[in-house]
């Protein structure tokens, strides 16, 4: 379900706080020294969704199943990480296991808390790890160059192919020109995709500001924004002390109030799933009845046997239709039996394409 994000950054910048308020837990260890995270922690949580819950309302649904969205608290990474400095090696693998990133950035003051670099830089904190990232991968790229080019000598036509494509990326990468942020033709996608770069993953920058500038930012995570949109990234902003505060709250009037004092419409949490979909081209479908209401994630663009793979394997085995209603749909006319008594319940195929919100029940046989 959901996606693995794994969250990146230097030492005492907030992550493991960040972690520990997503996920509701205290498993991650914060404290005021470098590698306080030594082994990756994971979390998983539920994604909020309104719709979900509007759809058990009217199908009276006993049991709620929400998607899941899964956090790495990843160990904080130094400068030379991409040659084993520091826990550079565990930090890297932890990385390659991660479906998208979130790159946590200190930009908030505070005399009490140690910067690893000496001073409060977001950018230059970024890009030490975007450059050990990108490093990383032009070790990769040159690893396959060299072996790829004895078959190219060989006059291998496949392998002179993907020579070609492998010395253009690794140009741009000496240029420090992240792989998402490279032109990649359709074609070449699969050769680029197979070396799992890290500079290909999305990435979300989040600024890590103070409690005030919560609503509205700073002049650091406005040079991180700037930064962001010049590296094919997003960028939020987010005080992890007050997501800390959040997840203490058990009362969502009380989580409203707090959040309305403060100038804010939303959690972080909320903010950091909306963008992570986003990223990853996500879209959320759903099956409904009396027993449960269950939300389920798959690609942009995923085919009806796919989606219906995700509910149970053997439901993409032995697919033969599938009855989809649309969201609005189901709301407007009060349910599934009166989406179908309108007409508003569509037989689809097995090359029917997924639309975000859709309600499906799967037509089978084994």
């Known amino acids: 379900m959901g996606f693995k994000t794994g969250i990146v950054g230097l030492p005492n910048v907030g992550k493991s706080t960040l972690f520990n308020a997503l996920t509701k837990t205290s498993s991650a260890q914060t404290a005021n ?10 979390g998983e949580v539920a994604v909020p969704d309104e719709k979900l819950n509007k759809l058990a309302i009217i199908a009276d649904s006993k049991i709620i199943i929400p998607t899941k ?25 932890n990385i390659r296991e991660c479906d998208a990133l979130i790159h946590v950035l200190r930009c908030f003051e505070d005399e009490n808390i140690t910067h690893v670099s000496g001073k409060i830089d977001p950018v230059n904190d970024a890009k030490i790890i975007e450059t050990e990232l990108l490093l990383s991968d032009i070790e990769s ?81 406005l040079k991180v924004n700037e930064f962001a949109k010049a590296n094919s990234a997003k960028c939020l902003i987010i005080s992890a ?45 759903y099956t409904v009845g009396p027993k449960e209401a269950h939300a389920w994630t798959v690609t942009e663009g995923s085919i009806a046997p796919q989606a219906a793979g995700k509910i149970h394997s053997d439901f993409e085995k032995g697919f033969i239709r ?5 969201y609005n749909d189901y709301v407007n ?28 029940n799967v037509l089978f046989n084994i």
């Open 33 to 42: 020294f470098p590698f306080c995270t030594i082994d990756p922690n994971t």
């Open 69 to 93: 969205m899964t956090f790495v608290d990843i160990a904080g990474l130094v400068k030379g990480a991409s040659k084993g400095e520091g826990l550079g090696n565990k930090f890297l693998a």
């Open 141 to 221: 790229v040159e690893k396959k160059i060299f072996t790829i080019k004895k078959k190219a000598n060989s006059g291998d036509n496949l392998a002179k192919k993907e020579l070609i494509i492998l010395e253009k990326l690794l140009i741009s990468l000496s240029n420090e020109i992240p792989a998402r942020a490279i032109e990649i033709e359709k074609d070449d996608f699969t050769v680029v995709k197979s070396l799992q770069l890290l500079t290909l993953k999305p990435i979300l920058y989040v600024c890590n500001v103070e409690e005030n500038s919560a609503s509205v930012g700073n002049l650091h995570s």
């Open 241 to 285: 002390v007050i997501e800390e505060e959040i997840s203490k709250f058990e009362n969502l009037e009380d989580i409203n109030m707090f959040l309305n004092d403060l100038g804010l419409d939303e959690p972080g949490l909320h903010k950091i799933i909306k963008v992570g979909y986003r990223l990853l081209n996500l879209i959320t479908f």
């Open 322 to 326: 599938a009855e989809i209603i649309s």
């Open 333 to 360: 006319c009060g349910g599934e039996q009166a989406s179908k008594e309108a007409g508003k319940m569509r037989v689809e195929g097995k090359t029917y394409i997924m639309n975000d919100s859709d309600i499906i």
